[in-house]
């Protein structure tokens, strides 16, 4: 599968508007998908391109979810898994926090379509979100994981994927650090284990 070269973000809030405005100016192909008119107002007057809809955010290789709920994580998927094209394999990047068995009814759900899913926490706060300093602990299928290598912006960082499940405790096994995001990819699972 292709690498990232276009990317949608869904909510543009606290921690998304200044992840958005990073991706912008790292010259991705960008899409900011907000229910909020003033906020999508302010994207436009910076020359980005918005929506209020997330079914348009469907062709676009990468998609970023930092909605503010579970319940609206699954509406935002939901309406994704609608949207996508026969041939279509758009990474769904879970950044919100959310609960593990979320993470089971969102791959139910878009995974039909052909969507992949990579479950991506991240960790910094609104400064570092704002200085694009933010920590990705980013997991899924190794290839899943290996698309979304463009957005650490660092090409010479050797990078390894883990297929891992989101768990109260976390250990992980390499940091990297880039621009916009770094990575952490998790220790593999157990031979036979399941994924959450």
Not at 5 to 28: D, E, Q, T, Y
Request: proline share 6%; glycine share 8%.
């Amino acid at each position: 599968m292709s690498s990232v070269k276009s990317v949608a973000l869904i909510g543009a809030g606290n921690m998304g508007g200044p992840m958005a405005h990073c991706l912008h100016r790292a010259g991705f192909d960008l899409l900011v998908c907000d229910t909020s008119a003033e906020i999508r107002s302010a994207f436009t007057q910076d020359g980005i391109a918005v929506t209020a809809s997330a079914e348009d955010c469907a062709s676009a290789d990468a998609i970023l979810v930092l909605v503010a709920n579970d319940a609206q994580i699954m509406a935002v998927t939901s309406a994704l898994a609608g949207a996508v094209l026969a041939g279509q394999h758009p990474v769904v990047c879970i950044m919100s926090t959310t609960l593990p068995g979320t993470l089971d009814k969102v791959r139910s759900t878009i995974a039909p379509a052909g969507a992949r899913i990579v479950d991506a926490p991240i960790s910094g706060g609104i400064v570092k979100a704002r200085e694009g300093r933010l920590t990705v602990m980013a997991g899924g299928e190794n290839e899943d994981v290996e698309r979304m290598r463009p957005l650490r912006h660092l090409p010479s960082v050797s990078f390894t994927a883990a297929r891992w499940a989101r768990r109260p405790s976390r250990r992980c096994s390499t940091t990297f650090s880039a621009s916009p995001v770094c990575f952490l990819p998790r220790r593999p699972l157990p031979s036979g284990s399941a994924m959450a």
